[in-house]
């Protein structure tokens, strides 16, 4: 289960990570309360019993934070984040690293975890700081690896109700858009109209209204749907009125149907309609290697989706 750490406030989320750290260093874990704590938000002096396994256990001193942000989609690779810890952090474990207080510096964030930027800001860290080593723990690795295999602490931080799964047929999509892009070149060569033609001469008072019932950016909807997405309205209504495509046309619309029951279920957990595009964009694209150089056509998808109104308050 992928639990909605983002719900939580930022005094939770560090309880939570200094339980854990409880489980997994020792019962000698200390945790501190808010305020100014040099760098720290929990410590623990000693050998750990379950780090990094319980065969090949760090033995030292430790110093633990935690990072937390309400964005759902944020990930240890946006800048703020790396600057936070360099230009923040970092002096403060200096001055505990010459005051002989750290070995290890732990930091648990509810962030997506990026393996290439990660592995460098780590390096970084123990460069910087002159300590035996530091460790990035991202979301997935809180879920998957600390919070799933422990119903107590699931039950301890009623963490259940904040399990909101976010599940649709995103295969079906990754169909679609890969039939698009095959026949793009078809389509594009069948295009003798202006791109926002008739069926695009929209009224804008209508769709401002929308905007803001919707809370969509008006920057986002100006710079990302209108200036790039738009321009392709068309091909993707030549593709879906195509006789040979009449059953992508149906799981289109069924796809639809799907996104606005969920999405409607679940807005209260985003802020801008902009981070339910991005969150759905990453559902469907990280890690599919068969969406490479299609991966633009999905967000235009999207956006085609919601200037038809079938996902999103009309």
């Given amino acids: 289960m992928d639990y909605r750490l983002e719900m939580l406030d930022q005094a939770t989320f560090e309880n939570l990570i200094n339980r854990i750290c409880q489980k997994l260093l020792g019962m000698g874990m200390i945790s501190f309360s808010p305020g100014k704590d040099g760098g720290r938000d929990g410590k623990f002096i000693g050998t750990a019993e379950k780090y990094p396994s319980t065969t090949s256990q760090w033995s030292g001193k430790f110093i633990i934070q935690s990072k ?51 592995e460098a800001l780590l390096k970084n ?20 690896h600390y919070i799933n295999p422990n ?28 039939t698009f892009k095959e026949q793009l070149h078809k389509i594009q060569d069948a295009v003798h109209t202006k791109v926002a033609g008739v069926k695009y001469d929209f009224d804008h008072l209508e769709k401002e209204i929308k905007n803001e019932k919707n809370r969509l950016g008006k920057m986002y909807y100006e710079n990302v749907i209108l200036a790039r997405s738009l321009m392709d309205f068309d091909k993707i ?30 807005r209260d957990n985003f802020g801008a309609f902009e981070e339910i595009f991005a969150f759905i964009y990453q559902k469907i694209c990280d890690g599919n290697v068969n969406l490479r150089g299609s991966k633009r056509h999905v967000s235009t998808f999207l956006h085609y989706i919601y200037m038809e109104c079938l996902i999103g308050v009309k």
């Fill in 68 to 118: 937390h942000t309400s964005n759902p989609i944020a990930s240890c690779a946006d800048s703020d984040f790396e600057n936070q810890i360099l230009q923040i952090e970092v002096p403060k474990i200096k001055k505990l690293k010459a005051l002989g207080d750290v070995d290890f510096y732990l930091v648990f964030t509810n962030r997506k975890y990026s393996g290439v930027s990660g």
């Fill in 125 to 144: 860290i123990v460069a910087l700081t002159g300590i035996k080593d530091a460790v990035l723990i991202g979301k997935e690795t809180i879920n998957n």
């Fill in 151 to 178: 119903k107590d602490i699931i039950s301890e931080f009623q963490l259940s109700k904040h399990h909101i799964p976010f599940d649709f047929s995103d295969e079906e999509i990754q169909n679609i858009i890969l």
């Fill in 237 to 266: 209504q030549r593709f879906l009125d195509a006789d040979e495509n009449s059953i992508y046309k149906e799981c289109y619309f069924d796809i639809a149907a799907e996104l606005n029951q969920i999405i409607t279920i679940q």
